[in-house]
């Protein structure tokens, strides 16, 4: 009997050692002089980043309307599939901001924080691979419209864009009642607060069917687009399938997946574990044997 105990408690030992041991979640925070304030992410470090000095692609995930940069790691399966691979991925927070610059508040320039605050900070504290073709950029709904928005304007600094679940009716469809009417009072006042309530340059800078319409396939990044044919937005499904229909017409590389699935947490926890394996193999970073 006690040579059988001896050998239970060794596997359990090694189980929990293999099920904790392979990544590790820090929360960090930095001053954004965009913002004037300091602002959370947790950066979620692959397996023996501390003894190694290898440098990673890096992977920003951005979060939705009402959330904030602790969704991903708690209300997916992120860090178990982030075993597999040898990312730093890095779940900012981007408030209700649209990830854009506010031409209504003051100190709201949240597309200004990611791009030229915390993406610096991350590569300076952080040993990432700092170039385009290691670097990134994912998110669902609102996060989702980021993602497609920053592969759009900024093609240097992504290869890749995940957009699961894309919110890109906004500001695009700001003077459509159809859409307007559906969405709740609090998202309105976060769009109104991002991108004000008359029609201004800043919707077109911002909507994404405007700047795929510019865009140049031979610098943007690849795009992975994901709807759940439940989604209770019904025009999201419409709107992403469209968006793609706009880059097959620039030549611009992209994939569209409808699947079964609602804008819900069930459907981003399966898609994301299939653009950690995308981004992996685009990259050309092998997926690490258990």
């Known amino acids: 009997m006690k040579k059988s105990f001896f050998i239970i408690v060794v596997l359990c030992f090694n189980f929990s050692a293999h099920l904790y041991s392979q990544v590790t979640v820090v929360e960090d925070s930095l001053f954004s002089p965009s913002i004037k304030s300091t602002m959370k992410f947790y950066a979620v470090l692959p ?89 990134a950029v994912a998110g669902l709904s609102m996060g989702g419209y980021g993602a497609a928005k920053f592969g759009l304007k900024y093609p240097g600094q992504f290869f890749f864009a995940g957009c699961l679940s894309p919110a890109i009716q906004f500001p695009y469809g700001m003077e459509d009642s159809t859409i307007v009417l559906r969405r709740s009072k609090e998202m309105m006042k976060s769009i109104a607060d991002m991108f ?67 804008h819900d947490w069930e459907f981003w926890d399966r898609e994301i574990e299939i653009v950690l394996h995308r981004i992996a193999e685009l990259s050309g970073k092998k997926k690490i044997r258990q």
Request: no cysteine; aromatic share 14%.
């Open 196 to 262: 004000g309530t008359v029609r201004h340059e800043s919707w077109t800078a911002n909507d994404v069917f405007m700047l795929a319409e510019k865009a140049n396939s031979k610098s943007l990044t690849y795009f992975y687009l994901s709807v759940g044919s439940q989604d209770r937005i019904t025009e999201i499904i419409d709107l992403t399938h469209k968006f793609a229909g706009t880059l097959r017409r620039q030549g611009v590389p992209f994939e569209m997946h409808e699947t079964t699935g609602g």
């Open 47 to 135: 397996n023996g980043y501390a003894k190694s000095h290898e440098r990673y692609t890096t992977i920003y995930l951005l979060h939705g309307s009402g959330g904030d940069y602790t969704n991903w790691v708690k209300l997916t399966d992120l860090v178990r599939y982030a075993r597999e691979y040898n990312f730093i991925i890095i779940t900012p927070d981007g408030k209700n901001s649209w990830y854009s610059n506010s031409i209504v508040m003051q100190n709201a320039h949240y597309e200004d924080y990611i791009v030229k605050d915390l993406i610096p900070h991350v590569d300076k504290k952080y040993r990432t691979l700092q170039s385009k073709f290691s670097r």
